[in-house]
């Protein structure tokens, strides 16, 4: 059994993590890739033992977990080498100009780490959003120590991760105190953390209501700080006319693999499709039923991911105007999802905010709208989503510039004819969109751009060459690109 950590421990932690601040600041950009590679090492060292306690906790199949952990590999070097090449620092020089009336000085900007990150894990990622995951990797990379605060349904797999983590950190000779591994399923464990002199930043995954207390939390201490928290999204998949009468049963296929993707239990699953009624529309939906009802049910992460989804799925359906289209005609088991496909009206779901939550799982309602009028407005009601899809022919775009603006307007992420299940860990990215989806739609948890999450900008002014950072020495050491008198150049700066 694993014990929750207690608040001294929590104290000791903290102290630790902001000692080892200001020692792992200084660090070279290059000692921080090599400590962020070296703990991919020592994941990848971790072997069938991790992946077996991942599958024995999560329920997860191990081709996935096994993917899930090449991927974060993956980010944990992809983002190392994003820190030491430097662009991320945004590094700017304006050099002094002495005879302009005033004078101009000299100045000279980039990007320095906030201090301790704490991390919470994620349940439905136990590899790539938990322990070593992307927000872990971010902030090494900015320069911070972490805290991570396990998820409570992969202990043993966090611990596992988290020996890595350490293992790691000693080889390359990292400060003691650069992570630390919290367990504690209250909310007061992470009330605690969050709201600790010491914590300058919290990343987050998970539910709204998770997200949003941390980031209440974080907005009422006396110090604020920034809480980036990603809360899930319906994903709105919006089928415009003449794509739907060229592809209605491809499209159908297409989204019934997506619907039901990990048991549909991926913050990106399409939990919302709407057309406008027509029998395009109607061959869509019955392919669509067609295809769900052979889907087998599966188990979920955990009994409580499962009931929620029971709960929030048997409500949606219990909605004035909703129809059961289609379930999986093989019986449920205990924990396990019911891939489902429900429909309404383009009316009810304006005049019935229940409609517009998310129900976690392999769970889809369409929309059927009496025409584009209707289309727009349902788009101008909906909430910020990670993702947006348009289904459309380029006719359809050019003829439909009110719907297109509606819908870029609401989302993170805007996806033409693809499903938006499956998130690329590249530097073009954008994992974040406007609230509830995110707490702060600037920023991306995924890719390298998210190490900006965990920095600051800083001026220096009137400054001598050798008393600069690196960074910022006229001779740029480093040989990083930086914006030199308005031009991006590596060159020397005389």
Not at 202 to 210: H, K, P
Not at 356 to 373: A, R, T, W
Request: charged share 20%.
């Amino acid at each position: 059994m694993i014990k929750d950590t207690s608040t001294e421990e929590i104290e000791i932690a903290m102290n630790a993590a902001w000692t080892a601040f200001h020692a792992y600041r200084k660090l070279p950009l290059k000692s921080r890739a090599d400590f962020m590679r070296a703990i991919a090492i020592e994941m990848e060292n971790c072997g069938d033992g991790l992946i077996e306690t991942a599958m024995r906790e999560t329920n997860l199949p191990e081709a996935r977990l096994r993917g899930e952990r090449a991927r974060t590999i993956f980010q944990l070097n992809s983002y190392a080498a994003a820190c030491e090449k430097g662009d991320w620092l945004g590094a700017c020089i304006d050099t002094a100009i002495p005879d302009k009336v005033p004078p101009k000085p000299d100045i000279r900007k980039m990007l320095v780490p906030l201090g301790p990150v704490v991390v919470f894990g994620a349940s439905n990622f136990p590899f790539a959003y938990s322990t070593a995951g992307g927000d872990t990797a971010s902030a090494f990379a900015a320069g911070c120590p972490v805290i991570v605060k396990a998820h409570p349904a992969h202990l043993q797999t966090s611990e596992l991760v988290a020996g890595a983590i350490i293992l790691a950190a000693e080889k390359c000779h990292m400060p003691k105190g650069i992570f630390a591994h919290i367990h504690g399923a209250s909310f007061e464990t992470g009330k605690a953390l969050v709201m600790h002199p010491h914590t300058t930043a919290v990343g987050f995954t998970g539910s709204y209501t998770g997200g949003k207390q941390l980031f209440d939390w974080g907005n009422q201490r006396k110090e604020p700080i920034p809480v980036f928290a990603e809360m899930g999204s319906i994903n709105p998949v919006f089928l415009l006319p003449e794509k739907l009468k060229n592809a209605a049963t491809e499209i159908a296929q297409q989204y019934a693999g997506s619907i039901t993707l990990g048991v549909g239990q991926f913050c990106t699953n399409p939990g919302l499709i709407i057309g406008i009624e027509s029998e395009d529309l109607q061959i869509f939906i019955k392919e669509l039923g067609n295809a769900i009802q052979k889907v087998l049910p599966s188990p979920m992460l955990h009994p409580g991911i499962a009931g929620a989804y029971s709960k929030n799925r048997g409500n949606a359906l219990q909605q004035e105007n909703v129809q059961l289209v289609a379930e999986s005609v093989t019986p449920v088991k205990e924990n396990e999802g019911n891939p489902t496909i429900a429909s309404a009206t383009g009316e009810a779901f304006l005049n019935n905010t229940v409609l517009h939550q998310e129900v976690f799982g392999p769970y889809s309602l369409v929309i059927l709208c009496k025409d584009m009028n209707e289309m727009i407005a349902v788009a101008q009601h909906l909430e910020g989503q990670l993702t947006s899809t348009l289904m459309a022919t380029d006719a359809d775009i050019t003829n439909n510039e009110v719907l297109v603006e509606a819908v870029k307007n609401i989302c993170g992420r805007f996806i033409l004819n693809s499903v938006p299940t499956g998130v690329e860990v590249c530097l073009s990215m954008h994992h974040g969109g406007p609230f509830p989806s995110c707490t702060d739609s600037r920023f991306t948890s995924v890719g390298a751009d998210s190490i900006k999450r965990f920095a600051r900008p800083i001026a220096f002014q009137n400054w001598s060459n050798q008393l600069l950072p690196d960074e910022l020495q006229n001779e740029n050491p480093l040989k990083i690109w930086r914006t030199v008198n308005s031009e991006l150049t590596k060159v020397i700066v005389s």
